[in-house]
């Protein structure tokens, strides 16, 4: 599942939160990139309006040469690689509160859906 989470300029204020959970069969840079952009676009945010893509390190996502960042940065040259500040939440929750007497994972993802 991969959370598809944004930070943008609406008319007054500044809006943040995730838009959409995505089951993602095959995490190939292409169905993530397709996916990604159907989601941006059903909730009417502008591609050309995009300043910089943040998800976590592996080489699908923001390999040099067949990436999600390098089929975005190619519609989009200048756009800005960012860090996932969320997966290093995901993570963190995930790995190491072991010692929690709940699982938090399943607590955060049930007040975000």
Known sequence: MVPIVVQFFSKTVVKHGILEFIEQMHESADDLFANIKYVL??????????????????????????????????????????????????????HRNEHLLFDIEAALLKIYS
């Open 41 to 94: 676009g059903a909730n009417e945010l502008k591609l050309n309006q995009l300043v910089s893509l943040g998800s976590d390190n592996t080489n699908v996502n923001v390999g040099n040469h067949h990436s999600v960042f390098a089929l975005f940065e190619k519609l989009l040259p200048g756009l800005i690689k960012g860090t996932c500040y969320c997966r290093v939440l995901d993570n963190s929750v995930k």
